[in-house]
């Protein structure tokens, strides 16, 4: 049966005329069937630019259709860790050639589901489908080592093995790039794969799944359940038959899920965001610092784990570079993403339009200076959606909420330095440790600054946000527990590693090996 039933929705937004998307009926994957969720609660999103547009509804998932979703994987496990890895990652291979294919389609479905701006859409698409081409080819190259053995006549060697049933829990921001970069991995490894993403961004998760169904996955080896985290998310953690959870989501959700798991004694990884400082010394290439100041804080609505939240300036060219933010913080246009002359598209909801306000009220009673911004946009059509103005805050202090909690929105906390030491502190006094970057031309500052900046990636030159397939993603302190994600690391946390030992002959000796 269809995966989704489409109706056309006959609202209009207000003060454009301008008709609204078609709405939606979801469902459940589960052993490769499409089934109704059985918890009786309706889950409805709305487009955040426009929330007379209803972009999706479904019934969520019981703990009974979880219960399902991981017997069905464990049913499909044999078979598909059996199944050779080189073709497992023919099956990726080709479902990335479709998600390239669909591209422009899905990225316009992210932008009226997540609210991201359409450029910024596509390029998720670019990065995610680079993820599972990627993976496609870890088929190739999933290899042990050979060792020498102390012993003659006996090859001695290792292996990776798939765990089993895993949970995938994915956040609203990335709808596309984060299941890709960890479901990836799972399946090439041979691991079968329960998915729940978040409830704001299910359209987009059903077109996941629904493709690497289309590419040839078999039944049961993904499946998918949408509902409430309260509903159906310790199951995923605790059921026995799950072998590993992949998390990434809030510090407190990913404490929690950590707690759990760690109970049980299985692997796990949580992803729980950043507080990511950006660096402009007083060499610094003030145009090139610029562009990826305003990147990394205002791309995406300041709604990504990497975003530049904090940017720390050296004091001799703090006046000027601030005025220079300023000046293109207020040519940016706000409005509906699809529109390609818009920059900053809505908050995801109103919770989070909420929380970016009451963190622009605690910067201001904290007494740091509002340089511009701080306040809800609802002119005209934009009544309908969840804007607000790009915010710069200048004189913040490390004792300020705004300076050490991860806001999500697009505000940036400005704090001026003298010196490196100073400016060190200031970057590791936080309890996040994602990324951070640097600017400046000096080659000795930027490698000690690599050296001493207390996060797992850095940046010189370049802004806090990316990464890339082949190297690893992940950081420190409260940003993240457990192994990191993407290139070899991403993929060797969905396996074990045997060792081997094969004497050959068979013939009997004393060793003194223990």
Not at 205 to 228: C, D, H, S, T, W
């Amino acid at each position: 049966m269809p995966t989704t039933m489409k109706k056309q929705s006959d609202s209009k937004a207000a003060g454009n005329g301008t008709k609204t998307g078609r709405t939606l009926a979801l469902k459940q994957y589960i052993g490769g069937q499409w089934l109704a969720g059985t918890s009786g609660k309706e889950i409805v999103s709305y487009n955040p630019a426009n929330t007379h547009d209803m972009v999706a509804h479904f019934i969520g998932a019981s703990q009974d259709d979880a219960k399902q979703a991981i017997e069905a994987a464990q049913k499909a496990f044999p078979a598909w860790k059996r199944t050779p890895a080189p073709q497992r990652g023919r099956i990726l291979a080709k479902a990335a050639q479709i998600f390239r294919e669909r591209r422009d389609e899905l990225a316009r479905l992210m932008t009226r589901e997540e609210g991201k701006i359409l450029s910024e859409a596509k390029g998720e698409m670019d990065k995610g489908t680079t993820l599972v081409d990627w993976f496609a080819g870890e088929g190739l190259r999933l290899m042990g080592t050979t060792a020498p053995s102390e012993l003659p006549d006996n090859l001695l060697y290792t292996l990776r093995q798939p765990l089993g049933v895993v949970s995938i829990i994915t956040p609203w921001n990335f709808p596309f790039a984060i299941p890709a970069w960890k479901i990836s991995p799972a399946l090439v490894a041979g691991n079968t794969v329960v998915f729940k993403p978040a409830s704001l961004v299910p359209a987009l998760a059903v077109k996941f799944v629904e493709i690497l169904a289309e590419a040839g996955l078999p039944p049961g080896v993904l499946n998918l359940v949408m509902g409430a985290g309260s509903s159906v998310g310790d199951i995923l953690v605790e059921h026995p038959a799950i072998k590993a959870v992949s998390f990434t989501g809030s510090n407190a959700v990913g404490r929690r899920v950590h707690t759990l798991a760690g109970a049980r004694g299985i692997k796990v990884t949580c992803e729980m965001g950043g507080k990511n400082p950006a660096v402009v010394w007083e060499d610094a290439d003030l145009n090139l610092a610029l562009g990826g100041v305003m990147k990394g804080a205002f791309g995406s609505t300041g709604q990504r784990c990497t975003a530049t939240s904090r940017l720390i300036v050296h004091e001799a060219v703090a006046d000027k570079f601030l005025k220079m933010v300023t000046d293109e913080v207020r040519k940016i246009k706000i409005g509906d993403g699809l529109d390609p002359a818009i920059g900053l598209g809505p908050a995801v909801d109103e919770a989070q339009l909420k929380t970016d306000l009451d963190y622009i009220e605690a910067g201001k009673k904290d007494g740091a200076k509002l340089v511009c911004g701080g306040k809800r946009v609802q002119d005209g059509a934009l009544a309908r959606g969840y804007f607000i103005e790009p915010t710069v805050f200048d004189g913040v202090k490390p004792t300020h909420r705004i300076f050490q909690e991860e806001v999500f929105g697009p505000v940036l906390s400005v704090t001026r330095v003298k010196t490196y030491s100073e400016m060190l502190s200031l970057v590791n006094d936080c309890a996040f440790g994602l990324t951070c970057a640097i600017y400046t031309r000096d080659l000795n500052v930027a490698m000690k600054f690599a050296d001493e900046a207390e996060v797992g990636m850095v940046h010189v030159n370049s802004p806090t946000i990316g990464g890339e397939a082949q190297v690893p993603f992940g950081g420190v302190k409260g940003s993240g527990v457990g192994e990191r994600e993407m290139s070899k690391e991403g993929l060797h946390f969905f396996t074990e590693l045997k060792t081997v030992f094969v004497d050959y002959t068979g013939a009997r000796r004393e060793s003194n090996i223990y």
